[in-house]
């Protein structure tokens, strides 16, 4: 039925499926392990954020000015997630250029979380676009990466990712993933594996005292990333931070790499980039409706969208216009334009299921074409 939704979405539009190859995985951080009933806090194991790991307190006291500690005992365990609201009806109003109206959301992939409580995003999160038109997904609690083709074949395409979440490829092609394990690390999936950034001012990012969120690659081989505040890895791993009063969350490069779009709060800020990736010029483009901004993609025509919040996708011009948002049936944390002609919005929602989290990949046509030079 999957597959058979997934074809009826996106084979219309004349895709084109190929094989994925799985990466040799990278080195594997220490770990005691754990058995599947034991408390969060003291498990060691791969699939385990930092705040969650009972070693990152003896981590964290080595900080020149240490943040206040997550593990510990009874510390750093997750707490009771509460169901995601029930599904409403919804109706799509046309955004011109954008999405027509009266398009549906279709169903392509459901998962549900290993444990009671999983968060969603650990069991999905910071989707990007495959290059056969179906689209990547991270699974930190599974420390993988698996790949829903248009096709609907839903295979493991990166192991041993650290609990890695957020992927970002950049427009030649270097594909990097949001290590969230004890000792989080910005690292380097294809065409090779290799760490590129995981120290701020000599110390380990656990210091910054805030997890690892969401990433965009650049072209010359640097992330921008956020974890509390705006921060940049060139490609020698040297890490800068920018900006001032942010609480950030997901961010996106223009078509043309000269701006940078990075949540705050409610609010879509606007940085101007540098030939050296340094950024200036901060700026509120725009006050987002209905809530914080989580993550965000770009279009062809340099319009950011932006989840999160009650309002499903929100929609901004490159000048801060408010165009409108794209309904969905649950809120949604993560988007990104796919499919053959990237013609397609992919979008990730919290889904309750028997005490458990889920997460749920839905799928839209759009009249919008995705920047197709870089998956984000």
């Known amino acids: 039925m999957r597959s058979t939704i997934l074809l009826a979405l996106l084979m219309p539009l004349g895709v084109a499926t190929s094989g994925a190859q799985t ?48 593990g510990g005992p009874g510390a750093g365990v997750r707490a009771p997630v509460a169901a995601p609201p029930t599904r409403h009806e919804y109706t799509v109003t046309e955004i011109p250029g954008v999405i027509a109206g009266g398009q549906q959301w279709k169903s392509l992939w459901t998962e549900h979380g290993l444990e009671a409580n999983t968060l969603t995003f650990f069991i999905a999160d910071g989707i990007i676009a495959a290059a056969d ?28 990712t650290r609990t890695g979440g957020a992927l970002s490829r950049s427009r030649s092609g270097v ?92 609010k879509l800020m606007a940085f101007d980039v540098q030939p050296d990736g340094s950024l200036s010029g901060q700026r509120e483009l725009v006050t987002l409706p209905d809530g914080p901004g989580d993550g965000s993609t770009i279009d ?24 409108g ?19 397609t919005l ?5 889904v309750p299921s028997e005490g458990r989290t889920g997460a749920e990949i839905i799928a839209i046509p759009m009249l919008a074409q995705g920047y197709r030079g870089r998956a984000k």
């Open 346 to 350: 992919f979008a990730l929602m919290s």
């Open 23 to 70: 990466a040799a995985p990278l080195p594997a951080v220490t770990s005691g392990g754990a058995s599947s009933g034991a408390p969060q806090a003291l498990r060691h194991a791969h699939g385990v954020r930092a705040a969650d790991d009972a070693r990152e307190a003896a981590v964290l006291a080595k900080c020149k000015s240490p943040p206040s500690p997550t």
């Open 133 to 160: 038109g179906g689209i990547l997904i991270p699974q930190a609690e599974k420390s993988q990466v698996i790949e829903l083709t248009a096709a609907g074949k839903v295979s493991v395409v990166y192991r041993n």
């Open 325 to 343: 948002s794209i309904p969905t049936p649950l809120g949604v944390q993560s988007v990104t334009f796919g499919g053959p002609d990237k013609r």
């Open 175 to 266: 594909l990097f993933i949001a290590q969230r394990e004890l000792n989080p690390a910005l690292a380097e999936l294809a065409p090779k594996r290799r760490l590129l950034a995981d120290r701020y001012q000599g110390e380990p990012l656990d210091c910054l005292g805030v997890g690892l969120n969401d990433l965009t690659a650049d072209s010359t081989g640097g992330v921008y990333f956020t974890m509390g505040g705006l921060y940049y890895a060139d490609s020698h791993g040297t890490i800068t931070r920018y900006g001032e009063n942010l609480r950030t969350n997901g961010l996106v490069l223009s078509p043309d790499e000269h701006v940078l779009y990075v949540t705050n709060g409610p």
């Open 300 to 323: 062809q025509d340099g319009r950011i969208y932006v989840s999160g919040g009650t309002g499903g996708v929100r929609v901004v011009s490159p000048d801060g216009k408010y165009l």
